[in-house]
Every structure is written in structure tokens, then in C-alpha cells.
């Protein structure tokens, strides 16, 4: 038996494992995000967002399983937890540095584009909720301005490492849960 499943983790394995599924699941995120705004009007883009959005915790449990079978099931709530946040950590990165470069160079416009689409979608939707949130908008956008590219991804940084947090707490909980079942099991990524 490869002696590789009978030590316990080591971080530099760890680091890899987070490293390794977190470009998947930047690059994951980055397509589900993207194809979200460019669905208007293109119903196959919201497949391939829906895909995206799916893909991201699908990577999430497959790095958190191939801890545990690296581990021949004994990685810990903690060893996992931070598994699990370390790949959302680079893979927010990855996101944040794709947004970057999309919003700050390569569609410089879109912010504003995106922001007048919405505009005229409620505007032609005529109702009085429409008013009401149309007003609100434009209020933010007066007051505060447009998002800069380094402002959404910052955010889409911070909100990927808060979810990616969560999620890998009840994953690390449920495999917690399943250990038993990676006794002499081969690690998924590896």
C-alpha cells in the first residue's frame, strides 16, 4: 500500500491540494459570473452560468474528499475547514484578478453599460416597484459613483472567501460525518 494514504496530511499537500482546485474554481466562477451577465437575451448562457455555479462547490467537496483520502480518512473538522477556505481564498483570487483585468482593461465600458441596460430594463417595465428601485440606483450610483474594477474585485474576492467559509464548514462537518468511508481510498485529486 502507497504510504502516501497512511500519514497524516502534510500542509505543503494541503497548500496544493487549495491551490490546485482553487484555479478550477476561480475559472469556475469566472464563467458562471460572466456568462450570468451576458445572458440577456441568451438563454444557453444561462446554462453554462447555471454549470458554473454548480461546478464551484462540486470542486469544493472534491478537494475536501481527496483531503480525506489523502488522510485514509483522519484529516480533522480544522484540517478540512481550512482546506476548504484556503481553496476558496485562491480561488477568489483567481476571480478577482480575471474581473480586474476584464473591468480595467479589456471592457473598460461595461460597468456603465450594465448599469444603463438595468436602467432601461426598469424603465420599461413602467411599474411603481420599478420606479422605486430605478430612483434607488441612480441615487447610489450619484452619490457613490461607478464601481472602479479594483472595488468589484475586492468584493468578489471577499464574497467568494465568505461563502467559500461556509461552504466549507458543512462540507467538513458532513465528511466528518462519512469518514469511515475513505478507509483505503485513493484521493480524488491527486
Not at 484529516?75 to 476548504?84: D, P, Q, V
Not at 450594465?114 to 420606479?131: D, K, P, Q, S
Not at 461607478?146 to 464548514?169: D, K, N, R, Y
Request: proline share 4%; net charge positive.
Amino acid at each position: 500500500m502507497d504510504n502516501n494514504y497512511n500519514t497524516p496530511l502534510q500542509p505543503s499537500a494541503s497548500l496544493q491540494t487549495a491551490a490546485r482546485c482553487g484555479l478550477l474554481t476561480g475559472i469556475a466562477a469566472a464563467i458562471a459570473i460572466a456568462a450570468t451577465f451576458y445572458s440577456f437575451g441568451r438563454p444557453l448562457m444561462l446554462v453554462i452560468a447555471v454549470a458554473g455555479y454548480v461546478g464551484v462547490p462540486v470542486i469544493l467537496w472534491r478537494a475536501l474528499s481527496s483531503v480525506m483520502g489523502q488522510t485514509d480518512g483522519e484529516a480533522s473538522f480544522a484540517h478540512l475547514w481550512r482546506t476548504g477556505t484556503l481553496t476558496m481564498a485562491a480561488g477568489g483570487l483567481v476571480l478577482a484578478i480575471l474581473a480586474f483585468v476584464f473591468l480595467k482593461w479589456i471592457d473598460p465600458g461595461f460597468l456603465a453599460g450594465l448599469i444603463e441596460h438595468i436602467n432601461r430594463i426598469y424603465t420599461e417595465l413602467g411599474t411603481a416597484e420599478a420606479t422605486e428601485k430605478l430612483a434607488e440606483l441612480n441615487r447610489v450610483i450619484r452619490e457613490n459613483g461607478i464601481p472602479t474594477a479594483a472595488g468589484v474585485a475586492l468584493q468578489m474576492f471577499v464574497s467568494t472567501v465568505l461563502s467559500g467559509t461556509i461552504a466549507a464548514i458543512i462540507m467538513a462537518a458532513l465528511l466528518r460525518a462519512r469518514a469511515g468511508r475513505y478507509r483505503n481510498t485513493p484521493p480524488a485529486f491527486h
